[in-house]
């Protein structure tokens, strides 16, 4: 199985900044990408970043505030968070698609428990 752990939220002023981490661990083969998604409530879950090898997309509503980047190494992705507005609020996830150990070349889509930003006006 794979797991992730996100963690970073929690409370900011409008144009502070937050950085998210999200870790995955278990039994992993490898991992191709790595990308925040957020969602709130009674809203469909949104795509913030994307970043697969050196490549990375970013929503239109986060350019030039977000960067996403990831550590290989430690299979960590990272959202930095700048100039953060209040329509930011929101629960944010983590989502990978990683093979297992075993079965090298299959993908699946692995999803964190999500982690809660509050952007205060």
């Known amino acids: 199985q794979v797991q992730l752990v996100e963690s970073g939220g929690g409370l900011v002023q409008g144009g502070g900044s937050l950085r998210l981490s999200c870790v995955a661990s278990g039994n992993i083969f490898s991992i191709i990408d790595m990308g925040w998604y957020r969602q709130a409530p009674g809203k469909q879950r949104e795509l913030v970043a994307t970043?697969?090898?050196?490549?990375?997309f970013y929503a239109e509503s986060v350019k030039g505030r977000f960067t996403i980047s990831r550590d290989n190494a430690k299979n960590t992705v990272y959202l930095q968070m700048n100039s953060l507005k209040p329509e930011d609020t929101d629960v944010y996830y983590c989502k990978v698609r990683a093979s297992r150990k075993g079965e090298n070349y299959v993908y699946n889509d692995y999803w964190g428990q999500g982690t809660r930003v509050t952007v205060s006006s």
């Open positions: 970043i697969t090898g050196e490549s990375t």
